[in-house]
């Protein structure tokens, strides 16, 4: 049991819900391993009552937060500034305590590229189908131009937001670098090559471990590398068919770490040691019993 004193530092998570999230397990883990008297705890915030869940968190003294669904956006509004690229991607999942107010930064996308660096995957003139065209999709169409990926076939049931992501990323990057196809096209992109895949769409995520948003075999057999956001289950059914074609396949877990880790970075001035962050993964995946 830690010791909880005068001294003590609070960080938390506010969303809707809160319930079943891992964030605890990996600030508190990087605390107890840091010495660090800190303890990090999630707050169920109701509809309508975000601004004053900040303004109070502040009024509290408390140090840094993460946000979730649904507030993500909507945050950038009770913000004392906002970091360049969550700016541009438009969501913010991490507040940091600074004079007069909280700032805010996406941490998602930099955990998504040090997961990624972690596993040996480049960005970097790669081309890469991207499925989805929600939240999480823009902020890597972003990542991906940013990170100078030589084109990103960006494939979405809806084809209205994947047209409306790629004008916003080419717009701001300068470059024609986002390519948007309707996700029932995928037989158009070139088979004269292998690419890099990022599963950026919510289907497959637990209880419908048996739905896929493409599931032509013939799609798996360009993809050299599946990356999949989602973590739960730890093997999606796009993970399971980019294997059986031979490709090597990720889950979203190393994603969720490194926000955490990034995060508790900007809370507290320091750089996590690696080891650390590995210890961390090794509870996640105990809590996820994989
Ligand atoms: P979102 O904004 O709701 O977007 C959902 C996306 O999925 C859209 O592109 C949507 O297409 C597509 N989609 C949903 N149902 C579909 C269906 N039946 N058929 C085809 N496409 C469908 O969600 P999000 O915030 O971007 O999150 C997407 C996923 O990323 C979630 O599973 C989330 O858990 C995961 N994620 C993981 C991490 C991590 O740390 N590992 C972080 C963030 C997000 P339409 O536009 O056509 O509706």
Known sequence: MRQIDGHTRLCGLIGNPVEHTMS????????EKEGRNLVYV???????????AVEGAYALNILGLNVTVPYKEEVTGCLKAVDG????????????RTDGGYKGYNTDMMGLYRAMCSEGIR?????IILLGAGGAARAV???CASKQAAKVYLLNRTPE????????VNRASGRECIVPMRTRDHGKIPADRKYLAIQATSVGLYPHVEDVVIGDVGFYQKIHTGFDLIYRPSETKFMSLVRAEG???FHGLKMLLYQGVIAYELWNGITVPEEDALAVYGRMKG???I
Do not use: C, D, S
């Open 24 to 31: 605890p397990v990996i600030h508190n883990t990087l605390a």
């Open 161 to 168: 937001k994947a047209w409306q992501v790629a004008e916003e």
């Open 123 to 127: 960005l970097e003139g790669e081309e």
């Open 85 to 96: 690229m969550a700016a541009q991607i438009g969501a913010v999942n991490t507040l940091v």
């Open 42 to 52: 999630p707050f169920h915030v109701e509809h309508g009552q975000l601004g004053r």
């Open 287 to 289: 809590e996820m019993g």
């Open 141 to 143: 169409a972003f990542l």
């Open 247 to 249: 490709g090597q396949a």
